[in-house]
């Protein structure tokens, strides 16, 4: 499961999707927060040639069924819907609607992040591509109405068993199932935006280990208060109330 990704760069979205990138996505993505994804413009099937045959969206990474009604949206933004389980999204109220009505996307990412627990502690790492390009994620994509009457668009990444896979088994807590975001060659991305509903699960596979870096990286710690600052905190605490004002 991936909960942090790296929004592209400008540059590197251009040069890849031929595509001006929206403005404002957030760089470093996390549950909620507002992304990139690529898409076929649902007005491309009308035969208008003036259609492009890809556009990019920004949107909420969780997705929000179309369906959701105003006194579920509340509850429905709370759930976890970052991640789909590709073998379960048909059936799924958060996802069912989305892939049967193809409604796919690539959600582009320059690095995803996983933790890694083989020291018996979490330590964050970075997964990028060996070659330095843009991770295409194969995603679904919906918009939702809001309180307003507002629409938004919202995406989700697909995920895949990766018991097997040679790279993405080794994360995650030892005792939980492994799962990682299915990944798609750039001579794949057309056909998966294209393929029949019938096709789709062809797409979500393992993505071959030589091909992608993991790279430990930690966050930071937080710098701790200096000891000047912690002995006024605490002085403060000590001091006793001020009783201007007050009637005695």
Same mark, same amino acid.
């Given at each position: 499961?991936?909960?942090?990704?790296?929004?592209p760069?400008?540059?590197?979205?251009?040069?890849?999707?031929?595509?001006?990138?929206? /403005?404002?996505?957030?760089?470093?993505?996390?549950?909620?927060?507002?992304?990139?994804?690529? +898409?076929?413009? %649902?007005?491309?099937?009308?035969?208008?040639?003036?259609?492009?045959?890809?556009?990019?969206?920004?949107?909420?990474?969780?997705?929000?069924? +179309? /369906? #959701?009604?105003?006194?579920?949206?509340?509850r429905?933004l709370?759930?976890? #819907?970052?991640? @789909?389980?590709?073998?379960?999204?048909?059936?799924?109220?958060?996802? &069912?609607?989305?892939?049967? &009505?193809?409604?796919?996307? =690539?959600?582009? @990412? #320059?690095? =995803?992040?996983? %933790?890694?627990?083989?020291?018996?502690?979490?330590?964050?790492?970075?997964?990028?591509?060996?070659?330095?390009?843009?991770?295409? =994620?194969?995603?679904?994509?919906s918009?939702?109405?809001? /309180?307003?009457?507002?629409?938004? &668009?919202?995406?989700?990444?697909?995920?895949?068993? @990766?018991?097997?896979?040679?790279?993405?088994?080794?994360?995650?807590?030892?005792d939980?199932?492994?799962?990682?975001?299915?990944?798609l060659?750039? &001579?794949?991305?057309?056909?998966?935006?294209?393929? !029949?509903?019938?096709?789709?699960?062809?797409?979500?596979k393992g993505? %071959?280990?030589?091909?992608?870096?993991?790279?430990? *990286?930690?966050?930071?710690?937080? %710098?701790?208060?200096?000891?000047? *600052?912690?002995?006024?905190?605490? *002085? *403060?605490?000590?001091? !006793?109330?001020?009783t201007?004002?007050?009637?005695?």
């Open positions: 499961m991936c909960s942090e990704y790296e929004s760069q400008a540059e590197m979205f251009v040069e890849r999707f031929g595509l001006d990138m929206p /403005e404002f996505p957030e760089p470093e993505m996390f549950f909620g927060r507002t992304g990139v994804y690529v +898409r076929r413009p %649902p007005e491309r099937d009308s035969g208008d040639e003036a259609v492009p045959p890809l556009e990019a969206q920004l949107g909420r990474w969780g997705l929000v069924p +179309r /369906e #959701t009604r105003h006194e579920q949206l509340e429905q709370k759930l976890s #819907t970052f991640n @789909a389980r590709s073998e379960r999204a048909m059936k799924s109220f958060s996802f &069912g609607a989305a892939w049967r &009505g193809a409604q796919r996307c =690539i959600v582009p @990412a #320059t690095a =995803i992040y996983e %933790p890694d627990w083989r020291s018996g502690k979490a330590v964050r790492t970075r997964f990028t591509h060996v070659d330095g390009k843009l991770l295409n =994620i194969a995603g679904l994509w918009n939702w109405k809001d /309180e307003h009457g507002v629409w938004h &668009g919202s995406h989700t990444m697909l995920t895949l068993s @990766a018991k097997e896979h040679e790279l993405f088994k080794h994360y995650h807590r030892p939980k199932e492994k799962r990682m975001v299915g990944l060659f750039d &001579g794949e991305c057309d056909a998966w935006l294209d393929a !029949p509903v019938e096709d789709a699960m062809n797409f979500i993505y %071959p280990a030589d091909l992608l870096v993991a790279t430990p *990286a930690p966050r930071a710690p937080k %710098p701790k208060a200096s000891a000047k *600052a912690s002995a006024k905190k605490k *002085a *403060a605490l000590l001091e !006793p109330p001020s201007q004002g007050l009637l005695l």
